[in-house]
């Protein structure tokens, strides 16, 4: 589902001289695979989700997702195929004010051009328990509610792949396994690949494969 192959990326320190965030020589991560991604601060495990999502575009290297290399695509391309193949719950949960919870995750069908399931949309809300929110808006919701609004917009479009970018760390630790359950059962029901990035054990440990950052990506273990 998932191959990086020679995934490299830099940015350019403010005096011009580079600073390598990824050099990354192998990653897979198989269809239907659960995989959490951990590391220490600033090791690049945002980048890394960025460059999978084809948010950023690599140095150089091959990213494929479901027999696709994103890198040999436009911005445009790369925009039309995350729409359509892959979920990204956003740290900072990128919802649109304007409109409500149930809205917001019926724009994540709209935005690769299928038709609304609001069926889906209402059954994902109340998973989350947010059956009785879903008709307000982002400024009238917590925190932990508009995260747990991002996750139900992230799997509504029944994507081929998941990125979570720590989808536990907004939300009070009552409902943290909740995301975490209904992550996992969404994914495993339909064969969702999902990467899972999270600084937090209890999350970590209910995962069979566990890959710390650091270890396979050379700029940082060149530092």
Do not use: W
């Not at 192998?26 to 995989?35: R, V």
């Amino acid at each position: 589902m998932l191959v990086l192959k020679d995934v490299k990326k830099t940015y350019r320190e403010p005096d011009g001289s580079p600073l390598p965030i990824l050099n990354i020589r192998e990653f897979h991560l198989g269809a239907g695979e659960q995989a959490v991604l951990m590391g220490k601060s600033g090791c690049g495990k945002t980048t890394l989700l960025h460059v999978i999502a084809g948010i950023s575009r690599p140095d150089s290297g091959l990213v494929q997702i479901d027999g696709t290399d994103i890198t040999r695509l436009s911005e445009s391309g790369r925009d039309r195929f995350r729409a359509d193949k892959i979920g990204y719950v956003f740290q900072t949960f990128n919802l649109l004010s304007g409109f409500t919870a149930l809205e917001n995750v019926l724009l994540g069908m709209t935005f690769a051009g299928r038709s609304t399931d609001t069926a889906r949309a209402r059954r994902l809300l109340e998973r989350v328990e947010l059956k009785h929110r879903m008709n307000h808006r982002p400024g009238a919701l917590s925190v932990g509610e508009q995260q747990r609004v991002a996750v139900a917009r992230a799997l509504a479009n029944r994507p081929k792949l998941l990125l979570a970018d720590e989808p536990t760390a907004n939300v009070d630790s009552g409902h943290q396994q909740q995301i975490v359950d209904l992550i996992r059962e969404t994914c495993r029901e339909e064969n969702v690949a999902m990467l899972l990035v999270t600084h937090t054990p209890e999350v970590s440990e209910q995962f069979d494969r566990v890959e710390r950052l650091e270890e396979f990506n050379q700029a940082v273990a060149a530092v």
